[in-house]
T-cell receptor, first 111, second 112 residues
Framework: GQNIDQPTEMTATEGAIVQINCTYQ??????LFWYQQHAGEAPTFLSY????GLEEKGRFSSFLSRSKGYSYLLLKELQMKDSASYLC????????????FGKGTKLSVIP | DSGVTQTPKHLITATGQRVTLRCSPR?????VYWYQQSLDQGLQFLIQ???????AKGNILERFSAQQFPDLHSELNLSSLELGDSALYFC???????????FGQGTRLTVV
C-alpha cells in the first residue's frame, strides 16, 4: 500500500517563495507527481519526478529523494492565482499501476 | 481543456436510484482512472482500466462497477445510491500506465 503525507494548509505572500513538502511510504514506488487543483475544478499536472534531484519548470520546481521518501514542490514569485490545493501523488506498481493521491495542501496567497 | 470529456456535468438523483457516468479519454490514451472526491476530501482512487482490461481496484464499493469499451470510453455505474455517494467523480486518462494523467472536469453527483 501507499501512504502520502503533506501539510493541510499553508499561507504565503504574493511575490514570495513557498515550499510544500511531501513524504511517502510506498511499495513498488516508481515516480512522484505533483498536481494543482483549484476548488471545484479538475486537477492539472505540474510535474513528474522519477530520479533523485530537482526538476525546474518556470516558476515551479519539484524535488525528489527516493532514499528518504521525500519530495517538495517549490513555487517562486507567487501570484494570487497560485491559491489552490497542491496534490502530491505517488505512482506505484508494474502491471497494475496506481496513482495514490495525498489529501492536498491548500495554499492561500495573500497580498 | 485536457481532452478528457465527462458527461453529464451535473446529476441530481434520489436515494436508491442507479446512474451511469461516462468518460471519453484523450485520443490515444489507453489507461482510464476513476476517482471520487467528496466535499473537502482528497481524491479517492476507485478503479483503473488499461486497453479494456481492469488493472487496479481501489476503494470501490460493491454497489459501484465500471467498464472500458473497445473504443476506450469508460462508464462508471453507481447503484442503490445513498446520500453519502454525493461527490465529484473524476475520470482521468493517460497514454500508458506510468505517465501523467489528464483529468476531465468531473461529474458532480448529488443524491437527495
Amino acid at each position: 500500500g501507499q501512504n502520502i503525507d503533506q501539510p493541510t494548509e499553508m499561507t504565503a505572500t504574493e511575490g514570495a517563495i513557498v515550499q510544500i513538502n511531501c513524504t511517502y511510504q510506498t511499495s513498488g514506488f516508481n515516480g512522484l507527481f505533483w498536481y494543482q487543483q483549484h476548488a471545484g475544478e479538475a486537477p492539472t499536472f505540474l510535474s513528474y519526478n522519477v530520479l533523485d534531484g530537482l526538476e525546474e519548470k518556470g516558476r515551479f520546481s519539484s524535488f525528489l529523494s527516493r532514499s528518504k521518501g521525500y519530495s517538495y514542490l517549490l513555487l517562486k514569485e507567487l501570484q494570487m492565482k497560485d491559491s489552490a490545493s497542491y496534490l502530491c501523488v505517488g505512482g506505484s506498481g508494474a502491471g497494475s499501476y496506481q496513482l495514490t493521491f495525498g489529501k492536498g495542501t491548500k495554499l492561500s496567497v495573500i497580498p | 481543456d485536457s481532452g478528457v470529456t465527462q458527461t453529464p456535468k451535473h446529476l441530481i438523483t434520489a436515494t436508491g436510484q442507479r446512474v451511469t457516468l461516462r468518460c471519453s479519454p484523450r485520443s490515444g490514451d489507453l489507461s482510464v482512472y476513476w476517482y471520487q472526491q467528496s466535499l473537502d476530501q482528497g481524491l479517492q482512487f476507485l478503479i483503473q482500466y488499461y486497453n479494456g482490461e481492469e488493472r487496479a481496484k481501489g476503494n470501490i464499493l460493491e454497489r459501484f462497477s465500471a467498464q472500458q469499451f473497445p473504443d476506450l470510453h469508460s462508464e462508471l455505474n453507481l447503484s442503490s445510491l445513498e446520500l453519502g455517494d454525493s461527490a465529484l467523480y473524476f475520470c482521468a486518462s493517460s497514454v500508458t500506465e506510468n505517465t501523467e494523467a489528464f483529468f476531465g472536469q468531473g461529474t458532480r453527483l448529488t443524491v437527495v
